[in-house]
């Protein structure tokens, strides 16, 4: 791959597109299915597909661990859903419900929610517990998210 090209997994259909790093701001699409790869959305990823992101994705991927049934974490959602769609080239931003996907909420010991995690390039490199302000999760990302990529 070369070192100006990032790789996008496709919040469709899956397929890991290659992108030049000079258009991200451009509104790629998934060569495959035609899905928008970085429109600001919240991806809601299952047991099935994040491992894909977290491995595959070469932008910083943060992922919000809540359930249904968490007052915090609904509240929290509105925020994390503005900073996704403030910030759609930054990261990618997926959602875990970790009632609906127990696996993966396992695989990284997830004891409260919500939690936060941030990965790069297959490994994580920050994770806090507890809902936030939006100044104050801005703040907290934006030092996990500096120098990374």
């Known amino acids: 791959m070369a070192s100006d090209s990032l790789q996008l997994s496709c919040p469709g259909c899956g ?34 597909s994040f491992t894909r992101f977290i491995q595959k994705d070469s932008l910083p991927v943060v992922v919000d661990f809540w359930a249904p049934w968490c007052g915090p974490c609904r509240s929290f959602a509105p925020v994390y ?17 970790t009632q609906a996907n127990p696996n993966t909420a396992a695989q990284f010991q997830i004891r409260s929610i919500p939690t936060l995690m ?3 390039r297959g490994r994580e490199v920050a994770r806090l517990s507890g809902a936030l302000p939006r ?11 500096s120098g990374l990529r």
């Open 118 to 120: 941030v990965f790069h």
């Open 81 to 97: 859903e503005a900073v996704a769609a403030a910030q759609p080239t930054r990261a990618r931003f997926l959602k875990l419900d």
């Open 15 to 48: 397929a890991i597109n290659r992108v030049p790093e000079a258009k991200l701001a451009d509104g790629p699409v998934c060569g495959k299915c035609r899905a928008a790869l970085l429109n600001g959305a919240v991806i809601n990823a299952g047991d099935g």
């Open 135 to 145: 100044p104050q999760f801005e703040q907290w990302l934006d030092q996990q998210l």
